[in-house]
Structure formats: C-alpha cells, structure tokens
C-alpha cells in the first residue's frame, strides 16, 4: 500500500517505488507531455510562462525537477531532463 503524492489517496501497488495512484499517473503523464511540448518548442521558458501558458500547477512542475524530468537553469527557466 502507499499513499498517492498528488492526490493523498491511499492506493495498493507492488512496486513500492510507484508514488502515484493509477488516475493520479495518467494525469501525470498528460501533464508532463503538455509541458514536454511547450518547452521543447520555446527553449527554456520560465515557470511563470510555463504555469500561465499551459495551465499545469507550479507544484506539479516542482515535482518533475525533483524527480529529474525537467532542469531549473538561470533565473527559473526551464530545460527538458536528460
């Protein structure tokens, strides 16, 4: 069992590395596709743009640095994780 870091729910999972509850993932994955294209299409956009231009919450962005997804370069701007 583990509890979802998006969403809090409590969900049952074999892998004890998987964070995310199965609806909480597919919204994950939509969201890291949005931002996906609008930084591979602007360069490195700020998270400000990034939030404002996509939609996507700046706490969902924080997450995808954390876990590696996206880099944070000079003065907040965004670049894709290698």
Avoid: W
Avoid at 10 to 20: C, D, E, G, S, T
Avoid at 59 to 81: A, M, P, Q, Y
Wanted: charged residues 25%; aromatic residues 6%; contains cysteine.
């Amino acid at each position: 069992m583990g509890l979802c870091k998006r969403c809090n729910r409590i969900f049952q999972h074999a892998n004890p590395a998987v964070k995310l509850c199965p609806v909480c993932m597919e919204k994950e994955d939509k969201d890291f596709q949005i931002i996906y294209n609008y930084v591979a299409s602007k360069g490195t956009p700020t998270i400000m743009d990034t939030i404002l231009a996509t939609g996507v919450s700046r706490k969902t962005i924080l997450r995808f640095i954390d876990d590696g997804r996206v880099s944070l370069v000079e003065n907040n701007e965004l670049h894709l994780g290698e």
